[in-house]
DNA sequence: AAAAACTATGCAAACGTTTGTTCATTTAGA
DNA sequence: TCTAAATGAACAAACGTTTGCATAGTTTTT
């Protein structure tokens, strides 16, 4: 009982007009005649007639379709920002073809390639984290696909993307410490080199400065977020001369981790230590010790509106085709915002 | 400086032959001479051809495109899943259009019809939690449509689903508390009528009873799973006429919350009473006091084998087309484990 | 030497739409 | 009454592919 789905044609068989009349028909164009308006309409709903999708995409050289590439699904930041992404998505009547790099250049590459032949309209790219040559993505740009980069962006000029200002959160969590009373404040922050890692240091320089407890480059301990790292360098701030009374923590498990290497030590945490870190994860309403408070950087939000700016790209592309864009690129700054946890 | 491009017809031209003859060569049709084999298969490479998926796909009446339906991408349990989909999805050579119904039934409707309208190969589905018709999905089935379900099966005859098993992991989880001496073992379960706590209390009564404790029914406490729910749930346990050395949670969460209401009313963790639960998250290596070990439900492996399950079928209904299916549904079953974690 | 078989290629239809153009009819204006 | 304008509908091309069938040229078979 094989159900074939109708198409145009079989309407217009039935009602003995042409193709185009239906098309237009069911379409509103105001050529047709009411009545046979009425006619068309009304079959394509006994009919349980749907367009073919396919079809009328393929006819306009569209696919509706939004290409997104990230590293790991299953890391709680970017699985709320493709929530965020599919949402907004879905308002807009596009849909998303997903891929995750799982942070190897190579299945980037093929991604961008897979994406490429099925003809997204746009692609939406959070990069992977060993990405170093950027040249897939310059290729790309030739093929006059819009990309929208979020979070993680590449070193290229004349990119869109979106991105969260961690400075600002780190300002936030500083100030919260010293109107707590902290006056040494210690920081455990990611390799050096990592962007992330270089806008918590200039919030918490700016900070330090701006409460005139002047930056002491001894309190900031750079390491490589495994958990050994953490627990050496939570050692050092907590051994070193100047001993902090709170440390701001590079995210989330990093607090954890350093939490349980201060109780290893005999500290007693909220009391001797305290705890501030990143991401806000839930995580810390289960934990002994979680962090007196996070900085939230707004993955869903990021994913939203990194998706709403390539679909206004999009629009704006099928408007006016001719100038790639008049060299402006959207550059949006999310602020990231210091949740304080309940103290109970 | 917009780069269209390049098709068959463009390749054709170049080469003065027909554009059937550039199809067959690049296909490596036998009626082809290997002379002009060689010359299309060397300029399509010179012009960076790629076949316009979208057009084939249009043609073929295909699209390689799996729609997956989930409740919650944020969730651990369905990221992980998604992750899986989408490896055995790129394995295979589909891709994955994603939508989340959160939970709502008008919204999974509308995905539903969005990804049929997108005339989506299959359908890989786990149901909202508020799914209690079906109709959605039968209508569906009309179409011929292949659909499979996972982990959130819905009740209806003849549908293909891939699930975990329960059972054995609770038998297992209970073996295990036995082995270590226990002999009083309390369940926070979940709802009652929900498929997965009852498959929890199936396990926990053979496993009890098979160990010769009997099974005493004020042991097995059903809640909300809200915070709130938990608490009370545990202090029922704790103050209960039987007290129990040791406790089977709903999941790894329950288990945190039931651990807190446990330290609040002064318990040793570990001494007085132990935990056991369901998810085997991450989580736990960042808390206090997480349960002694987790019944994994293999959430990866079960997204894989959905995907790989509907590739299957998709693959026999375009060898065999005529009839539906021979009556044969598959219900796939994963064992469900019990990892031990390591007490440091 | 004619028929059969094979090789290499081209033609054209089909997939389901949209849309510019054309055609036929009706209506209105003079 | 005749022409011009407005209306309603049909035709046909196009999007990029695949594929059954036809055709032409070459080789083999008898």
Redesign the pocket.
């Known amino acids: 009982m094989e159900k074939?789905?109708?198409?145009?044609?079989e309407i217009?068989k039935q009602l003995?007009?042409?193709?185009?009349?239906?098309?237009?028909?069911?379409?509103n164009?105001?050529?047709?005649?009411?009545?046979?308006?009425m006619r068309v309409q009304q079959l394509a709903k006994d009919l349980e007639?749907?367009?073919?999708q396919?079809?009328?995409l393929?006819?306009?050289?569209k696919t509706h379709i939004i290409g997104v590439i990230l590293p790991e699904l299953s890391e709680a930041f970017f699985s709320s920002a493709i929530s965020g992404i599919e949402d907004a998505a879905q308002k807009m009547n596009y849909t998303v073809l997903l891929g995750q790099s799982h942070d190897d250049i190579e299945k980037e590459k093929n991604l961008l390639d897979t994406f490429r032949k099925h003809r997204v309209d746009g692609l939406l790219i959070s990069i992977s984290k060993n990405s170093i040559k950027y040249d897939h993505f310059e290729a790309l740009q030739r093929y006059n696909i819009p990309m929208v980069f979020f979070d993680r962006i590449p070193k290229i000029p004349n990119i869109h993307y979106v991105a969260c200002n961690m400075v600002n959160g780190t300002v936030e969590a500083i100030n919260f410490l010293f109107k707590k009373g902290h006056r040494i404040i210690g920081m455990i922050n990611g390799p050096e080199k990592l962007p992330a890692s270089k806008e918590r240091l200039e919030g918490y320089i700016q900070a330090m400065t701006k409460s005139r407890l002047k930056y002491d480059p001894n309190l900031v301990v750079n390491c490589d977020l495994t958990k050994t790292g953490v627990c050496s360098a939570t050692q050092k701030l907590l051994t070193g001369k100047r001993r902090p009374t709170a440390i701001v923590a590079f995210n989330d498990y990093v607090a954890l981790d350093a939490v349980q290497q201060a109780r290893n030590m005999k500290f007693k945490i909220n009391q001797d230590i305290c705890f501030v870190s990143y991401a806000n994860l839930p995580i810390s309403n289960y934990t002994a010790y979680p962090p007196l408070a996070s900085v939230e950087q707004f993955p869903y939000q990021q994913g939203q509106k990194a998706t709403e700016t390539l679909i206004e790209l999009l629009q704006k592309k099928s408007n006016e085709p001719s100038e790639n864009n008049n060299g402006t690129y959207y550059k949006i700054i999310l602020e990231s915002q210091l949740m304080i946890h309940d103290s109970k």
């Open positions: 074939r789905l109708p198409t145009i044609k217009a003995n007009i042409s193709i185009s009349t239906v098309s237009r028909a069911l379409h164009h105001p050529n047709i005649g009411l009545r046979t308006k007639y749907e367009p073919n396919n079809a009328v393929f006819q306009q050289g």
